[in-house]
């Protein structure tokens, strides 16, 4: 379930949130108001609802999944105590037994990126998956499930502006085949504010104004207009908001939508 809004207002709010929305799937009665130790801080109190209440009244292993987690990226507030918190949750398992109930599933985009250092992020244990970038035959596969009659070239121009990111073209694809937009429309608007992307980009682009380091490193890979090599730890970041790809140990832009998009935010030409 999506919380709303204002369940971000405060740290206790969602976590309260978040416990009350896992009885209630497991067909628990609600006992926040008996068991929340409200003199403790609030992650305090939620590890303890869990291990007290949750974990104890199922008898087989919770399999806890988190989707679209990148809804919480949006507020660093809580994103900062929330994933250190899932982070303790798994660790907690390889010494206290009742913790081995639980299986996190946390799936996420890594085209936010949130600075957790890396002993409390729980994005660097356990066993990553990540989708890969789709390749032209798969995307042309797609084209034909959604009854689009691409022809080579016309795959070629669409991967040119959005690579083989898989939510840019499920977003672009989806929308095209249900004629909401054409396929020169979209290459003509992509890269603007017009585009279906604008909120995504706007974003992007907000993060990176956050943080100078990351600002220079896209603003030196944007530059080129051939792979370029910038410090390896900037490189990092920028590959996980999917925003540049390796080409060896350089880096170039995923595609011509962040190329374009960010050469004119930082007036570059």
Excluded at 125 to 145: C, R, T
Aim: aromatic share 12%; glycine share 4%.
């Amino acid at each position: 379930m999506k919380p709303e809004k204002e369940l971000f207002n405060t740290l206790k709010s969602f976590l309260q949130w978040f416990c009350a929305s896992i009885a209630r799937e497991l067909k628990l009665p609600d006992k926040l108001a008996e068991k929340w130790k409200g003199l403790l801080s609030a992650n305090s109190s939620c590890t303890d609802y869990f291990e007290d209440y949750l974990l104890a009244a199922v008898n087989t292993p919770l399999v806890l999944g988190l989707d679209n987690v990148d809804i919480i990226f949006q507020y660093p507030a809580i994103a900062c105590d929330f994933f250190p918190l899932l982070r303790a949750w798994h660790e907690r398992a390889t010494s206290n037994q009742i913790w081995q109930k639980l299986r996190l599933v946390i799936g996420y985009s890594r085209a936010d990126y949130i600075p957790i250092a890396k002993n409390q992020s729980p994005f660097n244990v356990g066993i990553n998956i990540e989708i890969p970038e789709l390749d032209q035959a798969q995307i042309q596969k797609f084209a034909q499930h959604l009854k689009l009659n691409w022809q080579g070239e016309q795959i070629a121009k669409f991967m040119s502006m959005v690579g083989g990111h898989p939510w840019l073209v499920k977003e672009a694809m989806s929308k095209i085949a249900r004629r909401e937009l054409t396929l020169e429309r979209f290459l003509q608007i992509a890269s603007t504010q017009e585009g279906l992307y604008s909120d995504h980009l706007l974003r992007q682009w907000s993060i990176l104004r956050d943080n100078s380091e990351l600002l220079q490193a896209m603003r030196q890979v944007v530059a080129a207009n051939n792979p370029v090599r910038i410090d390896p730890d900037r490189a990092y970041k920028l590959r996980n908001m999917r925003l540049v790809k390796y080409s060896g140990d350089l880096v170039q832009p995923l595609c011509d939508l962040y190329r374009l998009y960010f050469r004119t935010h930082l007036g570059v030409y």
